[in-house]
């Protein structure tokens, strides 16, 4: 029970500094072009001044546009409860497996690409297609990074992997450090920064599958994208980065939370940077830079397999 | 008690397949007779599947027809399953045909008999427990089903039907052959008691294996032998494609196991095999759903995705090979588990998919997807339906198809776990192949379900659609229960199945058996997952949708979709082609070798049209020699009885003592 109730804190508190981190992101861009920028709470404020707006809804639009916010922002919640972010346990281990993980982002994307297609509006239904394709190119890396992990430590629960790399009891270390390389490219692609933004590839395509939402729905969207953006990066540390974290749940869960904002603001900061350092590539040259990341993927498993 | 029910259900399909033909004049009630008598035996089987899966094992042994052949039925846990899965589908399959058999008007009497004799033929294969009526059970279902296969008559079914035909004959040799060698190497007995008992070479359970491995796989529709499933399936009526798509090629999953687990279980599984079976897995699950992305049928697109779904069975039967063969029986069981699961969840989702395909063409008269569009609102339910098929064929919990892919995962995590490096390298790339499969399976239902039922309609049909008539949304919501049942429902179903793999790996149960339900029950753990799934999503989703409810300050305006300022129309929404080009981008070169693999097809195709044309001039000469002979041979007789039959009777009673004293003669000296 208990559990259950620090599960719940935990996605609130994600629920809570997720449009922190996608506000810094906005200021790190605008300082980066000489611009002074938003406030870092400009989030906040966008998401307030929408959830009182009245709706706008395409005529040809179905209840897939409407269930989409509710379902996206069902998955990230679900997810900030089970993956072990303040404390190395997971709160609701049922939701903390490396799998479950993957399969329930793809519902969300599911629902997230239907949204465009069903909305009629040509240019968000490209941009659904392009959110789908890119998940075509990163899964197999990100599995294979996480089967690799798995292998090392033996299970596929996030927990029990972060457990044993912050111990050290591991049989191979160089796999687990490419294994991590390659897993933390593929979280990159999947936070939709430059230069594989591609669901903005084009001015037409801005905001992609969520140009015909308006008011509270798209105030929903934004929050559960922006969270969806800080679980990724907290699956990351989970597995790879589990250092300062208390190893039980408890009151030390506060200072876990602690330090894991900061490790969040470190890696956003990072972000930041170098979304607004590099162009952006072209959707159809995707295939060729994901090839990279498949490589280091399959490197980390060789090392597996020869136990280094 | 099981085989009882079963045989009744056996009757009751043979009586509304003669109740079908012998009303075949009155169309109506030949299609009610045969509908409503395939329900009743699907009933009646779907009892006698459960009881067998819950343990009430039975056989019959007795002798019909053939004394060399026993006929032997044996109705265990694994066929008790395998019967179970057919029989749901029969009687969705069976309730939705009362309505959808109007589209063949004149045809219905034929399709009630060929329906039914199809599904009883299946459960004959799945029980029968000797050779002889095994190949004569398989034989039939091919036949009957190839029958329905061609039931249009059209060019395009008649071209999918002989390519059918001639594949599942190929397979049928090859199952023929594993027979008859293993049963040669066991002293000529046809009985499959016999070869369960007996220890054959490796090298000689090796060939049969090979053997029975791609003469079932022609069945059930691997990579390379997959080519008729999409040009079949299609064709069939979409209640027959559903028993196919979800019931047939299930059989050449049932095959496999049949021979690589049970009739070859005394000599040994081999490493190697567990890896091939693996490694075809692999590629047909990727290459079955790259080539359904670009089919804007929407029969063809599912027909490709069954050879998606098989070879997603088959890494779960090649984890189980690979296990047995390392002794590890836990996690045989574990594999073993997870591919019986994925076939009955495969049988559910695919069945309801293909009556919704079939909805939509009884809607629309078109199975072309770019002409539908916006039928969400007018066929609500369907739509429903084909949404919880769609999700739970792309494996998205907290749905079926979800708990048994990961039951797949783990089981290749733990297969790659074992010391041998080979079989863990390839157990890996097979798991970062079903994680490829998952993401194109979402983009392929994306697009079918998308381009279906949301956006606009596109074509006047499409926007004049009507909700299907009861008897097809029953049959939908049935499986499409099934499918969410499946799913929410894993933890206490998943020990069932587990039970049914133990029987299989070790039919006689002892420590093996309590060793594996422990390993699974570690394992399974957290399939629990998927009622705590549901439970969280359906919370916060209700409550974020109330929330929005209570924000509303206004009714949602309707507008017109933006379209950068010009004025939206029909042409502008995303179609089928708009996905098809975007992945094509990527996968070209996958596209370019299906496309050689059709061009050797051709000459295949070729030597095929030579081989009528020398039969054309070949089919004469055995005429001359066999109708002719014979006919001049009558002719002979006839004259030669005209002589001996004048016409005088005292001739005639000297016939009749000649014969008695023949009689007379014959009884003393046998006496």
Not at chain 1, 42 to 60: C, F, V
Not at chain 1, 110 to 125: E, K, M
Not at chain 2, 26 to 45: M, R, Y
């Amino acid at each position: 029970m208990n559990n259950i109730v620090l599960g719940i804190l935990q996605a609130v508190v994600i629920a809570a500094v997720a449009p922190f981190f996608s506000g810094l992101g906005r200021v790190i861009t605008a300082k980066m072009h000489n611009r002074r920028g938003p406030s870092i709470f400009q989030d906040y404020r966008d998401i307030a001044k929408l959830m009182a707006r009245p709706e706008s809804q395409s005529e040809d639009a179905s209840f897939a546009l409407r269930i989409m916010p509710a379902i996206f922002f069902a998955v990230s919640f679900m997810l900030a409860m089970g993956l072990p972010i303040f404390t190395l346990e997971s709160p609701m281990p049922v939701f903390g497996d490396a799998i479950t993980i993957m399969y329930s982002l793809a519902l969300a994307r599911f629902f997230f690409a239907l949204c465009g297609v069903d909305s009629s509006n040509a240019y968000a239904g490209v941009g659904g297609i392009r959110e789908l394709l890119m998940s075509v190119l990163i899964e197999p890396s990100m599995l294979l990074a996480l089967f690799a992990t798995a292998l090392v430590c033996g299970s596929t629960d996030i927990a029990t992997m972060g457990q044993h790399i912050v111990t050290g009891a591991i049989d191979a270390p160089v796999a687990v450090i490419l294994a991590g390389i390659a897993f933390c490219l593929a979280c990159y692609m999947e936070l939709g920064k430059l230069p594989f933004d591609q669901a903005e590839a084009e001015q037409e395509l801005q905001e992609g599958p969520l140009a015909e939402l308006s008011g509270p729905s798209l105030a929903i969207a934004k929050l559960a994208m922006s969270m969806k953006q800080v679980i990724v990066v907290a699956w990351f540390c989970a597995i790879f980065i589990p250092w300062g974290e208390p190893a039980t749940m408890g009151a030390m869960a506060a200072a876990g939370a602690l330090i894991f904002l900061v490790k969040c603001l470190v890696d956003f900061v990072l972000v930041g940077v170098i979304s607004n350092s590099v162009s952006r590539s072209r959707f159809k040259n995707l295939g060729n830079q994901t090839w990279a990341v498949v490589g280091i993927a399959v490197l980390a498993f060789v090392f597996v397999v020869v136990g280094v | 008690m099981s085989m009882t029910l079963f045989m009744a259900s056996l009757a009751v399909s043979c009586v509304a397949a003669l109740a079908s033909v012998l009303c075949i004049k009155a169309d109506n009630t030949a299609k009610t007779l045969g509908c409503l008598g395939g329900a009743v035996a699907a009933v009646l089987s779907l009892a006698a599947g459960t009881l067998a899966v819950f343990g009430d094992v039975t056989s019959i042994d007795t002798v019909v027809l053939f004394p060399f052949a026993h006929f032997e039925l044996l109705l265990n846990q694994l066929a008790g399953l395998f019967v179970m899965l057919i029989s749901v589908l029969a009687l969705a399959g069976s309730i939705y045909g009362l309505s959808y058999f109007d589209e063949y008007p004149g045809k219905k009497g034929r399709a009630g008999f060929f329906l039914n004799t199809f599904i009883a033929s299946m459960m004959l294969v799945i029980t029968a427990d000797n050779v002889f009526w095994f190949l004569v059970a398989f034989e039939l279902m091919s036949l009957t089903s190839y029958f329905l296969v061609v039931i249009e008559e059209n060019d395009a079914s008649i071209h999918g039907g002989w390519l059918y035909f001639v594949i599942a004959h190929v397979g049928f040799v090859l199952i023929m052959a594993s027979f008859l060698i293993m049963s040669n190497f066991c002293l000529g007995e046809f009985s499959f008691s016999a070869f369960r008992a007996n220890a054959f070479d490796p090298t000689v359970a090796s060939i049969c294996f090979l053997l029975a491995f791609f003469g079932f796989g022609a069945k059930a529709g691997i990579i390379p032998l997959h080519s008729w499933l999409p040009k079949a399936h299609p064709e069939a009526p979409s209640n027959v494609s559903a028993l196919m798509s979800g019931g047939m090629i299930k059989i050449g999953i049932f095959g496999i196991l049949k021979v690589s687990l049970d009739l070859l279980s005394a000599s040994g599984t081999q490493a190697w095999w567990g890896m091939l079976v693996l490694a075809i897995g692999a590629i047909s699950s990727v290459l079955g759903v790259a080539f359904a992305l670009q089919e804007h049928d929407i029969k063809r697109l599912l027909a490709y995705h069954s050879v998606e779904n098989i070879g997603i069975i088959l890494l779960g039967v090649g984890a189980a090979i690979c296990a047995m063969s390392l002794e590890y029986q836990g996690i045989a069981v574990l594999a073993l588990m997870a591919a019986l699961y994925h076939t009955f969840n495969h049988a559910m989702f695919k069945g309801e998919l293909f009556l919704g395909a079939g909805a939509l063409l009884y809607a629309t008269g078109t199975r072309n997807m770019e002409k539908m569009g916006g039928l969400f609102r007018r066929m609500p339910v369907t739509a429903i339906c084909f949404l919880i098929g769609s999700l739970a064929i792309s494996a998205i919990p907290p749905l079926n198809g979800f708990v048994s892919e990961w039951f797949t995962y783990q089981s290749l995590f733990n297969v790659a776990q074992l010391e041998d490096k080979a079989v863990m390298a390839v157990a890996v790339l097979s798991g970062v192949a079903l994680a490829i499969t998952g993401a194109l399976a979402v983009t392929c239902f994306v697009k079918a379900y998308g381009v279906s039922f949301a956006s606009a309609p596109r074509s006047k049909a499409a926007a004049e659609a009507k909700e299907v008539p009861a008897p097809m949304v029953i049959a939908q919501v049935l499986l499409a229960a099934a499918c969410v049942v499946l799913g929410v429902c894993a933890p206490w179903i998943a020990p069932v199945i587990a039970d049914i793999a133990i029987s299989v790996l070790h039919p006689h149960g002892g420590v093996f058996a309590s060793e594996g339900l422990a390993l699974t029950n570690q394992y399974s753990g957290a399939a629990t997952s998927t009622p705590a799934i549901a439970i969280a999503l359906v919370v916060i989703v209700v409550a974020v949708i109330a929330f929005r409810k209570a924000m509303q300050v206004a009714p949602a305006q309707k507008s017109a979709p933006w379209a950068c300022g010009y004025a939206p129309n029909e042409d502008m929404p995303v179609v089928a082609t708009t996905f098809a080009s975007d992945v094509a981008w990527f996968m070209q070169p996958l596209y370019d070798l299906r496309d050689n693999c059709t061009k050797v097809c051709w000459s295949i195709a070729r030597i095929f049209q030579k081989l009528v044309g020398i039969a054309e001039t070949v089919e004469p000469v055995p005429d001359k020699v066999l109708v002719d002979a014979p006919h001049k041979g009558v002719e002979w007789l006839a004259q030669v009885s005209t002589k001996l039959e004048g016409g005088n009777y005292s001739i005639y009673i000297c016939y009749i003592v000649v014969a008695l004293v023949v009689f007379l003669a014959l009884a003393v000296f046998m006496g």
